[in-house]
């Protein structure tokens, strides 16, 4: 399948913002989903991206230029509920609604 | 509000053995979806569906077979369970052309195959 690269790992501290990225071969997808999956949940929707530009919501930022296959998350003000996996996905052209996840992204907050 | 229902939440199996992992969605979504989760690793599709009667093969579907039957239920067939089943599934739903097209997971199954 296409390859979705993101950091394994990131630290920060509480009120920090973090930058997770996540790169794609341009031509493999349509849009872009952020994920964040807590230790032994399921996944639960962040934001979607399918045009270029930046997406905010609230604390939670999504960013996406998809002639350079390039996205970010930013979380602003981190709290300690922040530690978690976020799990970038692309929305795969040839076949609606299929995702191709990426490894994810552990963030680890300290105090 | 129900959402995505799996069934069950632990599994041990020992290597040979044969289960179904249920699932079943109440938001009337057409689109439905298996994934396996390996410890560190991001989600891979296992099947998927587009409606009732209808599934395909995702990315890892060897040593598993599905079934559509109705737009509520996807249950997921292991058959001759391998320890290299040993992961955590889980089952998902969308709407994709709505003004809505995220994927809705379900709490997962652990799975162990001994």
């Known amino acids: 399948g296409q390859n979705i690269d993101q950091p394994t790992e990131m630290t920060a501290t509480e009120g920090a913002i973090v930058q997770i990225n996540c790169t794609y071969q341009t031509s493999g997808f349509n849009g872009l989903f952020w994920y964040q999956q807590h230790a032994g949940e399921a996944p639960t929707f962040l934001s979607y991206n399918v045009l270029d530009g930046l997406e905010e919501k609230g604390r939670f930022s999504s960013f996406l230029s998809r002639s350079k296959g390039y996205s970010y998350l930013l979380l602003k003000e981190l709290q300690m509920k922040d530690s978690a996996s976020y799990l970038c996905?692309?929305?795969?052209?040839?076949?609606?609604?299929?995702?191709?996840f990426g490894a994810g992204t552990q963030v680890v907050v300290t105090p | 509000n129900a959402g995505v229902t799996q069934t069950p939440k632990f599994r041990i199996l020992k290597i040979g053995q044969s289960m179904t992992l249920q699932c079943t969605q109440d938001?009337?979504?057409?689109?439905m979806y298996w994934y396996r989760q390996d410890p560190g690793m991001g989600l891979k599709l296992i099947y998927y569906?587009?409606?009732?009667?209808?599934?395909d093969k995702g990315e890892v579907p060897n040593g598993y077979n599905v079934s559509r039957s109705t737009t509520e239920d996807f249950p997921l067939r292991l058959e001759l369970a391998a320890p290299s089943q040993t992961s955590v599934y889980f089952c998902a739903s969308s709407s994709p052309g709505s003004t809505n097209e995220k994927l809705f997971f379900g709490s997962g199954t652990q799975l162990s195959v001994l």
């Open positions: 996905a692309g929305v795969l052209t040839d076949s609606w609604g299929k995702l191709q």
């Open positions: 938001m009337n979504h057409n689109y």
């Open positions: 569906s587009v409606g009732a009667g209808i599934t």
